[in-house]
């Protein structure tokens, strides 16, 4: 188990830019593969990205090339750069763990634990 706490959110036009935080705490972070999730009102929480165990990252299509996750262990951060923001990206961004593997990480079901959400809103 590890806790979880993100920040950064807020209001942005269209084509502006946020970086999201995410830092762990409770256990050793450098165990877990990091995800980013959201959920616009009305709709099913979605996969945004991920970062595994060594450094590997997934996008959604809907993001690719407009945001980059990165990680740091040192710091027990995970972070989401969100750049081009669009109406579309309207939403509650959360974070989250996981100890699998891979194609896992798509999936919010892989994850165990969740962070409470920051709430990004992008204005046109």
């Known amino acids: 188990q590890i806790q979880l706490v993100e920040s950064g959110g807020g209001l942005v036009q269209d084509g502006g830019s946020l970086r999201l935080s995410c830092v762990g705490s409770?256990?050793?972070?450098?165990?877990?593969?990091m995800g980013w999730f959201r959920q616009a009102p009305g709709k099913e929480r979605e996969f945004v990205a991920a970062?595994?165990?060594?450094?590997?990252?997934l996008y959604d299509d809907s993001v690719k090339g407009r945001f980059t996750i990165s990680r740091d262990n040192a710091k027990n951060a995970v972070y989401l750069q969100m750049n081009n923001l669009q109406s579309d990206d309207t939403a509650v961004y959360y974070c989250?763990?996981?100890?699998?593997?891979?194609?896992?990480?798509?999936?919010?079901?892989?994850?165990?634990?969740w962070g409470q959400g920051t709430q990004v809103t992008v204005s046109s």
């Open positions: 989250a763990a996981t100890e699998r593997r891979g194609r896992s990480l798509y999936f919010a079901a892989s994850y165990d634990d």
């Open positions: 970062i595994g165990r060594s450094g590997g990252t």
């Open positions: 409770g256990n050793i972070f450098s165990r877990f593969g």
